[in-house]
């Protein structure tokens, strides 16, 4: 056995020296036949050494250069990766900023879209109005279609200038109703004595005003306008009156409505009603020219009978005045019946 307690002081002799050189090669002889298996990650044992940098071996160690070599591409692939954070970073600061402006443009659209919807809601409202069917279902495309289709007009009718029932288009709008009535036919309108009115409208055929030939200003009494014919007509003025007697030497004054130009008296002369004899009386005329009566123009008289008309106060020429006087001057014992009085104008 080889000593072990060796102290500084100890003197070795070749005895030791030999001694532990029998130790050594004892040692390296069990050494060398110790079998060391090889290592895993299981059991200790030799591992071999390897400069691969991409091996899935577990049973392998990697060397220095192995190592470093992975350490470069770690180093390499930490920059490529601190480059792609910091693109990464960019990416996403631009990302935001996108993001915000696309939350502004949809926004945006989302007002577009609103003020679209109400726009084809007033498209949609205005087709209708112009007699157009049309919903706000229907696309864009539909809509610009009939929008296309509208025969815009330029006059100026409104309805009260069109005839009731028909359609018609302005400036304004189509499909206008007109107002104005059909009366129908025209029809004949005769004159009478109070206005006639034609209800305002249209007649599909004339109006006849209906005429006459005898309109004319001889027709007409003088003085008076019938639609614009004035008349010159004098009228033939007459006035009849009845007395039942006139007794002798009796006056009478009769007041007409007019001066008379012609004036006359009948009768009959007898001495009372129921005599059977009797005498007609003959006509006693008193012409008035001028409305004037001379005295030898102011009495006449019938025979028999001296039955007098005319003016009373026959010496004075002076108008008649619508006075008319008449008297019984004959035979005292004689009465005149059944006198008629006739005046014309």
Not at 17 to 22: L, P, R, W
Not at 204 to 214: D, E, K, M
Not at 215 to 231: E, Q, R, T, W, Y
């Amino acid at each position: 056995m080889v000593k072990t307690d060796w102290s500084l002081n100890d003197t070795i002799q070749p005895q030791d020296m030999n001694a532990i050189g029998e130790e050594i090669n004892q040692l390296r002889e069990e050494v060398d036949h110790i079998e060391i298996p090889p290592a895993s990650v299981a059991e200790a044992g030799i591992v071999k050494l390897s400069n691969a940098t991409n091996s899935t071996s577990e049973i392998l160690a990697a060397t220095p250069r192995a190592v470093k070599s992975a350490y470069d591409a770690a180093t390499a692939a930490q920059t490529t990766a601190n480059a792609a954070n910091t693109a990464a970073a960019t990416a996403q600061t631009t990302a935001n900023a996108a993001n915000t402006a696309a939350a502004a443009a949809q926004a945006r659209a989302d007002s577009a879209f609103q003020l679209g919807n109400e726009r084809k809601a007033e498209v949609v409202a205005a087709l209708v109005a112009k007699g157009i069917s049309a919903s706000t279902s229907e696309s864009w495309d539909s809509l610009i279609t009939k929008l296309n289709s509208i025969v815009k007009a330029s006059g100026n009718a409104v309805p009260a200038d069109v005839l009731s029932g028909r359609t018609f288009s302005n400036a304004g709008g189509n499909n206008l109703t007109g107002t104005i009535p059909n009366w129908g036919a025209g029809g004949t309108v005769t004159p009478g004595t109070a206005n006639q009115t034609k209800a305002a409208g249209y007649y599909n055929s004339g109006i006849t005003v209906l005429g006459n030939a005898n309109l004319l200003p001889a027709n007409i009494k003088s003085g008076v306008d019938i639609f614009g014919v004035l008349g010159t007509l004098e009228p033939k003025l007459y006035y009849e009156y009845t007395v039942n007697r006139i007794n002798p030497n009796v006056s009478s004054t009769l007041e007409l409505p007019f001066t008379p130009k012609i004036a006359m008296i009948t009768g009959t002369y007898k001495s009372n009603p129921l005599e059977n004899s009797s005498t007609d009386l003959d006509y006693g005329i008193c012409y008035v020219l001028s409305h004037t009566i001379y005295s030898n123009y102011l009495w006449q008289y019938t025979v028999p009978g001296n039955l007098y008309i005319g003016k009373e106060n026959y010496n004075r020429a002076e108008p008649l005045n619508g006075l008319l006087f008449y008297r019984h001057a004959g035979n005292s014992s004689k009465t005149i019946y059944n006198v008629v009085v006739r005046a014309w104008g």
